[in-house]
Structure formats: C-alpha cells, structure tokens
C-alpha cells in the first residue's frame, strides 16, 4: 500500500506561485505514475497533471500548461507541482494521487489512480 502526504498549499496573490509536494511512503515500488488533481468548492475533481515515475513523461491539463511543472525525486519519492501565474480559478484543494497501472500517462483517468493524499488547499486571492 502507498500513502501520500501533500504540503506546500496556501494563500497567494493573482500572479504568484506556490510549489506543492507529496511525499510517498510504504510500497513505492508499484508505482507507475504520479498525479496531481484538484477540487473547487461546488465542483467536480479535475485533473491537472501528471507523470511516469520512471521515464519522467508528463501530460496536463490545458488550461494549467505553460503555467504548472510537474517533476518528481524519485531517490527522495518525492512528487512536485510548481504553480506559476496563479490566478483565481486555481484556488482548490490539490489531492497528490498514485498509480500502478502500466499504461501511457496521457490515458490515466482518475480511476487509475488508486492511492490519495489528504489534499492541501490552495487559495488565490484578487
């Protein structure tokens, strides 16, 4: 079993970043890849990026690109979403997820992803 633990959220201004990371424990070696997802108030879970733990390929969510980096430190199982230019409709709660399913990242839908973190909020203030 994975466990996830998300840090880094907060109160921001329009126009400024914030870096997320989850840490994963317990059995680490099943993953395949790692993602980061959102949730609004009133809203549906989103998704927002994601990436292969081994071959470091990435896909997001249009509106996020160009703006958003994921990466990972696979030595410290260590995921990171950098946010740059946040503006008010990224104001969520950012759940880190995990998955072993072993197929091309860009197809992973939330269904995959079969352990979650807590979430950390992130708000972006006017």
């Known amino acids: 079993q994975v466990h996830l633990a998300e840090s880094g959220g907060g109160l921001v201004q329009a126009g400024g970043s914030l870096r997320l990371s989850c840490t994963a424990s317990?059995?680490?070696?099943?993953?395949?890849?790692m993602g980061w997802f959102r949730q609004a108030p009133g809203k549906e879970r989103e998704f927002v990026a994601s990436?292969?733990?081994?071959?470091?390929?990435?896909n997001y969510k249009d509106s996020v690109k160009g703006r958003f980096t994921i990466s990972r430190d696979n030595a410290e199982n260590t995921l990171y979403l950098q946010m740059n230019s946040l503006n008010a409709e990224d104001t969520a709660v950012y759940y880190c997820?995990?998955?072993?399913?072993?197929?091309?990242?860009?197809?992973?839908?939330?269904?995959?992803?079969?352990?979650w973190g807590q979430g950390t909020l992130v708000i972006v203030s006017l």
């Open positions: 997820a995990a998955s072993a399913t072993r197929a091309p990242i860009q197809i992973l839908g939330a269904k995959a992803f079969d352990a």
């Open positions: 990436i292969s733990w081994g071959g470091g390929n990435t």
């Open positions: 317990g059995r680490t070696v099943s993953i395949y890849a």
